[in-house]
């Protein structure tokens, strides 16, 4: 990745992550909005790197709020379950044999690697173009602010009807409502995730052939790609929930979080970059930059499709987890049930007999 884009990159380092389900269709609207304001406080102040400084002062409000206005249910209130502690490594054991979590975590994560590529190196791509095709170096600094504001916008849009959208569906089509009453399927999250993620594949491929030729066809094909990832952003989230009991959710979302951030965004924009300097050679045209950066994106095209097989892949367990998950609660909460009864009864016993 040469250091000579790192300029174009001001405001797509703001992305507040939520991983609550009922608030998920605001991420991506969120980090939408790193582009928006990233680009303009850098403009606003004349150097690339504040528009990466604003970052902190936002990461320290959201830990004031964190820290003194979060209120933390206890596990298993919402389900009214009852929680046997286990210990962190019984935890990791269970994750890892979990095939629903581990296949979905997958998916997730070649999901995350794509919009992480998209999220850097797609106003980058766009900037090239629009070089190319007005016979210039380089964009210039106004052009390139618009072309941030516009795919903050778009990503902004995608983002929240992708996730609603998603949302929506996965709970229709589960629970055979609406529509889906005749198709009705407890698979349905799953599919939806695999749906996405295909679909996403073809829109990503318009996308990347139009950036020179028609601007406004291929932000209308980015916005379907967008949109299409964000698909299963909660929907994940739902899965991860329901295939464990309360106390080990927060810890299976800890190594999604991790692994899919790890593995996912944080090395995809290294990644292309890297292909893209490597195919480019020495050529140091605006034609050149374009030519390399539109190959190098053949990469999450064939990454979406491997997603989809993943949760394809997860959908054969999901049903077999649930249940086994919902057993579990239901045998902890017996238990805890027979052992109330049993200290009610020796309690009883200890009083006659002192009587």
């Known amino acids: 990745m040469s250091s ?11 992305e507040l992550v939520d991983t609550k389900n009922d608030a998920s269709n ?64 019984q935890d990791i054991k269970y994750l890892i044999f979990n095939r629903t979590y581990v296949y979905s975590t997958l998916g997730y994560t070649f999901v995350v690697f794509v919009a992480g590529a998209m999220t850097w190196w797609t106003p980058t791509a766009v900037e090239h173009a629009w070089a190319v095709t007005n016979h210039k170096e380089e964009a210039s600094k106004d052009v390139k602010a618009n072309i941030s504001l516009v795919f903050g916008v778009i990503t902004c849009l995608g983002g929240f009807f992708g996730v609603t959208l998603g949302s929506m569906v996965a709970q229709m089509w589960r629970d055979g409502k609406s529509c889906f009453k005749s198709v009705q399927n407890p698979r349905a999250d799953p599919y939806v995730c695999a749906i996405g993620s295909f679909v996403a594949a073809p829109m990503l491929f318009a996308s990347i052939q139009l950036f020179a030729k028609n601007s406004y066809l291929a932000d209308f094909f980015v916005f379907l790609a967008v949109l299409n990832l964000c698909l299963n952003w909660a929907v994940v989230v739902d899965i991860s929930m329901y295939v464990f009991i309360p106390s080990r959710r927060s810890t299976a979302s800890a190594f999604q979080i991790l692994f899919c951030h790890l593995f996912g965004d944080a090395a995809s924009p290294y990644i292309i970059g890297l292909v893209s300097d490597g195919l480019r050679g020495s050529d140091t045209s605006a034609l050149g930059h374009y030519n390399s950066l539109q190959r190098a994106f053949y990469i999450p095209n064939v990454v979406l499709i491997i997603s989809g097989a993943f949760f394809l892949l997860s959908a054969f367990y999901v049903e077999s987890d649930q249940r086994k998950a919902t057993d579990e609660m239901h045998s902890n909460a017996t238990c805890d049930i027979s052992a109330t009864e049993q200290s009610g009864s020796l309690t009883t016993s200890s009083i006659n007999s002192t009587q």
Not at 4 to 14: C, F, H, L, Y
């Open 26 to 89: 605001q991420e991506q609207s969120v980090s939408g909005l790193g582009f928006i304001v990233g680009s303009n406080v850098a403009d606003w102040l004349g150097h690339w790197q504040w528009g990466l400084r604003v970052t902190p002062i936002f990461g320290i409000i959201c830990l004031i709020l964190i820290v003194f206005v979060l209120h933390e249910p206890k596990r298993g209130e919402a389900e009214q379950a009852q929680v046997i502690p286990t210990s962190y490594w």
């Open 4 to 14: 000579e884009e790192a300029p174009s990159k001001p405001g797509s380092s703001i």
